[in-house]
């Protein structure tokens, strides 16, 4: 339900302005002065404000400029019984939404504040896309729950317990910490929580801590005010206001500096915060769920993370399994990123043999989920020019040796008509060139898509031209 906040000395006024949104199915409430205005817009934003012109002490017009400096895209509708063409401009350069004068009908009102409110939303929405970098989600008829729980792929005993604690988690209120391997998928386990909760209907927003420097970071989180500092052009909401009813998730928050720990901190206490450049405290309801690969209590007794921003952060905590700790779900896992892939590239399925997936199944998986979905990715660019299916020549390349299948079952298979089987080097020599031939010689993205570094393709190339093994033109 959208909320307003009517702002008016006169009680009866209030009341009947009151009365009437209640009746549109608002959820309103009342100010009868500015300052209380303004104490209630700390606490809590309300979607649009509707406020009398002349009020003794702060009038409306001053109001609606000192709104603009909270919240500029916070739409204000000035009602008044002194209406003239002058005030109705003045109003409106200084960003009022709308303009009554005194009598009105109410349906005149309710048409007001209804797009007043769709406005705001409009503009929230937008905002959020931008921070998200994605369209919007679907509004089909799954229900949060079920949607949350499908992002988890997997039926081993650790998924299963893994999707048990986050339901029991989802529908609470307190901060998350999540901790696990890197490449475990933190991020995906944060949207399950987000979108099988309570708050699946408000935003999801992500902060990487570890991507930004300190200064960046503070302005990310919090906001900036214009002119706080250089370059700061216009007033800029921070991810905690973007995320206000919705949950808000601090990845890598190890890597926070200790200054901004400090502000955090206050906000998981007070749920409050002022944005750089400014003293005016703001209110939100965000949900945090912070991720870390770190030991954040060895951290802590380093001296490089608060303890009792720890204490605050580790309300509920959740452990996200490493793939080895789950191999059984690897098929699962492997199909469904092929099948992504071929999805994006608008190719058919690539079927993974079995002894291709054997290896799959078979190996440690230091990077976890992210290495498996790289590798897949890999396999399917690389079967468009030598297989109709992903072999296991095309995934044993990058395997790295950690195998953990028995002896007789990595062995090298003899080739058809009992030639010598190819070595690693060789297939991998295979795979680089074809993948460099195929994307004209270039070697950054060939080192990007292959997921080694352009020094070291450099240097395979070197030897491998010294040894004449490939052309000079290379």
């Known amino acids: 339900m959208r909320s307003v906040l009517i702002v008016d000395d006169k009680e009866m006024m209030r009341d009947s302005v009151l009365k009437t949104l209640e009746r549109a199915g608002f959820d309103a409430a009342t100010a009868a002065d500015a300052n209380a205005a303004l104490e209630m817009i700390a606490r809590k934003r309300p979607d649009a404000i509707v406020t009398d012109m ?36 003045k109003a409106m350069k200084l960003g009022a939404f709308d303009y009554l004068t ?51 792929i997997g039926t081993s005993p650790a998924m299963e317990q893994l999707r048990a604690e986050i339901l029991a988690l989802a529908s609470s209120q307190g901060t998350v910490l999540v901790t696990g391997e890197s490449g475990v998928g933190k991020e995906v386990v944060a949207r399950a929580l987000h979108e099988a909760g309570t708050r699946a209907h408000g935003p999801f927003l992500a902060v990487n801590c570890a991507a930004l420097s300190p200064a960046l970071l503070e302005s990310e989180l919090f906001g ?37 720990q400090a502000k955090l901190l206050r906000v998981l206490q007070e749920r409050g915060f002022e944005r750089v450049g400014s003293s005016l405290t703001i209110g939100v309801d965000v949900r945090v769920v912070a991720t870390s690969n770190r030991d954040l209590p060895v951290c802590v007794g380093e001296g490089k993370f608060r303890q009792d921003l720890y204490y605050r952060l580790n309300v509920l905590p959740l452990r996200v399994p490493s793939l080895r700790q789950r191999r059984e779900d690897v098929p699962a896992l492997a199909s469904h990123f092929v099948e992504a892939v071929c999805a994006r590239e608008g190719r058919p399925c690539t079927p993974i043999e079995p002894d291709a997936m054997g290896l799959l199944a078979a190996y440690d998986w230091p990077g976890n989920v992210r290495e498996l979905q790289n590798i897949c990715e890999r396999a399917v660019v690389l079967s468009a020019a030598r297989s109709t299916t992903i072999t296991r020549s095309l995934v044993e390349p990058w395997l790295g040796g950690r195998v953990t299948l028995p002896p007789q079952e990595v062995e090298a298979k003899p080739a058809a008509g009992g030639a010598t089987p ?45 040894e004449e093994l490939v052309p000079q033109s290379l």
Do not use: Y
């Open 102 to 152: 005194k009598p009105f009908e109410g349906d005149e009102l309710v048409i007001a504040v209804k797009r007043a409110v769709e406005h705001r939303r409009l503009v929230r929405e937008n905002a959020l896309l931008r921070c998200q970098g994605e369209a919007p989600a679907s509004n089909g008829a799954v229900s949060a729950e079920r949607r949350g729980l499908d992002r988890l």
């Open 422 to 466: 190819r070595t690693l080097e060789e297939i991998e020599r295979e795979t680089i060139i074809e993948t460099l031939v195929r994307l004209g010689g270039h070697r950054q993205k060939t080192a990007q898509l292959l997921g080694i570094g352009v020094r070291t393709l450099g240097l395979k190339l070197k030897k491998w031209k010294d």
């Open 224 to 260: 900036h005010e214009r002119g706080s500092f250089t370059g700061a052009e216009r007033l800029r909401k921070g991810r905690f206001e973007l995320a206000d009813a919705g949950t808000l998730l601090l990845d890598e928050i190890s890597e926070i500096d200790p200054a901004i």
């Open 54 to 89: 002349r009020m003794p002490g702060m009038t409306g017009i001053e109001l609606l400029e000192r709104v603009r400096t909270i919240d500029d895209d916070l739409p204000v509708v000035l009602m008044t019984a002194f209406g003239t063409i002058e005030t109705a401009v």
